[in-house]
């Protein structure tokens, strides 16, 4: 193949993982050999062992994905979760390698490296977009923080002595209160992450919806709630309790301070996926999850 650097891919891993150290070095050469440039973070090129023509950038800013095509991620879900706020902030699509154990978010493992650059060398992939929430902390009137997601939000209480005390509200409405260890509020990528665990249903990526799901409940209605993409979901904190915390994707944190109110709404920028396969997202949770499947006969034709 004639070399064409006009194209450039830029390389984000884990580079505690030796895995990820032997996929990235795989990735990158294969990704030279046929004509195309790579970028990466200069303190990641060390650990990477990568060659001399690989460009590298020494901000980890929207910025230095200016320019690239593609945002390949290799890791587990702490890294793709990395890799997606890149991904948001530059508009560029996201394609993950699961270096890890679950994974939801990756489209490829690391045995599929091979195809993984055959697919990118010929742009083989499809971009589809994951909806996001975006997340507004109040006090006494004012906003206090502001944040994004991809998961989900999760107000938890800060310590282990005392429950968290919180009023929900969906669409300015109280819905209810009580004592727990926390809230997640969700989108539908989120539904197999936090929210999964905490005993929230599964809900189909291409569903547009919210989920608001508790943790540890104190209370006879504390159901998880599936909600229009359109509302608004806001956890109140009562005022006499200790310090909660917000988390984000499990990545950033703010500390909640008594009476704060956090509102979650959908988000104004998605992530951008790119896709290889077509393969159902019911074929992805049964095999994400190891879900046993013999004895399936299928519809009758």
């Known amino acids: 193949m004639t070399p064409n650097r006009t194209r450039t891919v830029f390389l984000l891993a884990h580079t505690g993982r030796p895995a990820a150290i032997r996929s990235a070095e795989l990735v990158v050469k ?57 991904a948001r902030a530059s508009g560029v699509p996201m394609l993950g390698v699961n270096l890890g154990s679950v994974g939801f978010l990756a489209e490829a493992e690391r045995d599929d490296l091979d195809k993984v650059v055959d697919r990118v060398v010929s ?18 009137g004012d906003i206090v923080h502001t944040d994004w997601a991809l998961n989900e939000a999760a107000v938890q209480k800060a310590g282990a002595e005392k429950l968290l005390e919180v009023v929900l509200e969906i669409d300015g409405r109280p819905v209810t209160g009580f004592g727990c260890d926390g809230i997640v509020l969700s989108t539908p990528t989120g539904s197999t992450a936090y929210a ?23 209370a006879l209605f504390a159901k998880p709630l599936v909600t229009s993409p359109n509302s608004v979901l806001a956890v109140e904190l009562l005022p006499h309790i200790p310090p909660g915390v917000l988390w984000c994707d499990g990545r950033r944190t703010f500390e909640l301070p008594p009476g704060a109110r956090v509102e979650v709404r959908r988000g104004a920028v998605p992530v951008r996926l790119a896709r290889l396969h077509h393969a159902s997202f019911t074929d992805r949770l049964v095999a994400k999850f190891a879900l046993p499947v013999s004895g399936w006969r299928g519809a009758r034709h």
Not at 128 to 140: A, G, K, L
Not at 196 to 218: D, K, Q, T
């Open 30 to 86: 294969g990704l030279l050999r046929e004509g195309i440039g790579v970028r990466v973070l200069e303190y990641e090129a060390a650990d990477l062992h990568v060659p001399d023509e690989v460009e590298l950038v020494s901000e980890a800013t929207p910025q230095c994905l200016e320019g690239c095509e593609l945002l390949i991620v290799l890791g587990g879900d702490g890294t793709l979760l990395r890799g997606a706020e890149f």
């Open 123 to 140: 742009r083989a992939y499809e971009v589809e977009e994951r909806m996001t929430v975006d997340v507004v902390v109040h006090r006494n």
């Open 196 to 218: 999964f665990s905490a005993g929230g249903p599964v809900v189909w990526p291409e569903v547009e919806a919210l989920l608001m799901v508790p943790i540890s409940a104190h």
